[in-house]
């Protein structure tokens, strides 16, 4: 991998130097392990982008629509949501122990770094197809002008291509099979 020649020139000692401003061997294998990550959090972050719809333009959507399936019977707004344990358990258990936090880290900030994503792509669909005030924006207050299908469709769009991004990555990761245990 590119980042195991850099990163083992990390071990070897500068001329004339002592041998304490060398890197351990443990401290780079550990550097590679996150850094072996990096690809799978990148190709990650449409996910991100995609979860954090759920508290946005699906909320809209319900309050705008007609809940009752019969009378005395309501659908609540609020939606099933599922804890998204396996990116938790990847990350975790991908890094060495003492880096633990750092894999817990690099998956939260997926859906941190998705979600401030998700509001550029939204105020950039926003500037690009509601800019001449002569027609309505993908996002109008009015729902029945609003074109959310195609902002829906891109979304689908993107998770097609970060699917592809992610099996790449996935294929060419080096999976860590050593148990994380201390003692």
């Known amino acids: 991998m590119p980042e195991s020649v850099f990163l083992n020139e990390a071990l070897l000692a500068p001329n004339n130097s002592r041998e304490k401003e060398t890197c351990r061997h443990s401290e780079v294998e ?12 990148a190709a990650s972050l449409v996910y991100g982008i995609v979860f954090a719809q759920g508290p ?49 880290a690099l998956y939260l900030s997926i859906l941190g770094v998705g979600s401030f994503l998700s509001g550029f792509l939204i105020s950039l669909i926003e500037k690009v197809c509601g ?42 990761y080096i999976y860590n099979l050593k148990v994380n245990t201390r003692g």
């Open 30 to 41: 550990e550097a590679k392990a996150v850094l072996r990550l990096v690809p799978i959090w």
């Open 56 to 104: 946005t333009f699906f909320t809209k959507q319900a309050v705008t629509m007609d809940r009752n399936i019969f009378p005395g019977f309501d659908i609540p707004a609020a939606s099933l949501q599922t804890l998204p344990v396996t990116g938790i358990e990847f990350f975790y258990g991908q890094v060495p122990n003492d880096l633990r936090s750092m894999g817990l």
């Open 131 to 172: 800019k001449d005030g002569q027609r309505d924006s993908w996002f109008s207050n009015n729902l029945n002008k609003a074109h959310l299908d195609y902002f829906y469709w891109l979304l689908s769009g993107l998770s097609v291509v970060g699917l592809a991004l992610f099996i790449c990555s996935a294929k060419s």
